[in-house]
């Protein structure tokens, strides 16, 4: 077995030679300088390979631990998910961590969960959706084998019916409107200054859910800008009170529907956020009911609410009402 350790100054340098790992899924170089890795692993056996990337610099708060994550995983046996999760997990106490926690590619603004719950055997489930974690069947099963345990669940909600409304919503509408509340698509011509906007709304509504780590503006511009060119500016709906932003809700149409040859008739609800104050309470159900009047007027006849955290009682509170749980999502957890 062979083990091929990577850091930070060998991301960006050319003269470091990488295995060939053919075999897995490709990850660019770039990706991992991008991502702010600590160290990237790969492990070679006769028959099977693996890698993984390391944070332990810039990752998520947790009181009472210090976590390591766990990310870019993938291996095509589980001789070799084994050596690469116990050289990660060794790196990581070495660095000091005291949990380790994945799969997660440094933060829960990147990439993170398995798909762990697929509603139905996998050639009848809901095919994956635009954004959706991706994971073959072992890989939850090769973590929980080393040693991890479920530390936090999430799921995602299929709404069939775009014309149900939620009658929550129309009392708040009209409380809302009345302190000067107006709900807008983003304006593409204003396309950096809204999501400037949109950056500084998130710090304030996300600081408090779990496993949040803050993040700077160009980090933040660098994590949306690939979407530009796929967003309908009507999915994107900003609720303003003057000239301050106090919710949004970003939707994007699933486009994968496109790449399967199929007509595209599915909306998703990527991200919702509120300002946290009692004076927008109900804000959240009100956008959810525009974006799917919004898509239904687009042709759409579905809306996937995706990857909610199961902890979060509000947005689990909108989804049940609208439709049905479609698949669940899990991140892990091991003590070092």
């Known amino acids: 077995m062979i083990f091929h350790h990577f850091t930070r100054t060998d991301f960006s340098s050319d003269s470091v030679v990488y295995p060939d790992v053919s075999t897995l899924e490709p990850l660019k170089r770039e990706i991992l300088a991008s991502h702010d890795c600590d160290m990237h692993l790969v492990v070679a056996t006769e028959t099977e390979h693996a890698r993984a990337s390391l944070w332990w610099t810039h990752v998520p708060q947790m009181e009472g631990r210090r976590p390591g994550t766990i990310g870019h995983f993938a291996a095509t046996g589980p001789i070799a998910a084994a050596a690469v999760l116990d050289e990660a997990s060794r ?8 949990c380790a926690v994945g799969p997660m590619d440094g933060t829960t603004w990147r990439k993170y969960r398995f798909v762990t719950d697929l509603r139905g055997e996998r050639d009848s489930a809901e095919p994956p959706f ?4 991706q994971n073959p069947d072992d890989y939850p099963k090769w973590f929980m084998q080393n040693g991890f345990a479920p530390l936090a669940q999430y799921s995602s909600t299929l709404v069939t019916d775009l014309e149900r409304e939620d009658p929550r919503a129309d009392r708040a509408r009209a409380r809302l409107a ?3 509340i107006e709900i807008r698509a983003m304006d593409p011509a204003r396309f950096d200054a809204d999501l400037e906007a949109v950056y500084h709304l998130s710090c304030q509504s996300f600081t408090q859910q779990y496993l949040y780590t803050p993040i700077d503006l160009p980090h933040f511009l660098a994590l949306y800008q690939p979407l530009r060119a796929r967003m309908v500016a009507e999915m994107v709906l900003l609720a303003w009170q003057g000239a301050t932003l106090v919710g949004y809700l970003f939707g994007i149409p699933d486009l994968t529907q496109a790449q399967r040859g199929l007509q595209v008739n599915t909306a998703i609800i990527k991200t919702l956020a509120i300002l946290p104050a009692r004076a927008f309470a109900g804000l959240g159900a009100v956008l959810v009911n525009e974006f799917h009047r919004r898509a ?3 042709g759409m006849t579905r809306c996937i609410h995706a990857l909610a955290h199961e902890g979060n009682a509000r947005s689990q509170n909108i989804s049940s009402f609208f439709g049905e749980r479609m698949r669940g999502y899990t991140l892990y957890i091991k003590d070092l």
């Open 91 to 98: 790196l990581l106490r070495q660095a000091g961590c005291t």
């Open 130 to 133: 635009m954004l959706e974690p």
């Open 178 to 180: 009345a302190g000067g």
């Open 296 to 298: 239904r007027a687009m």
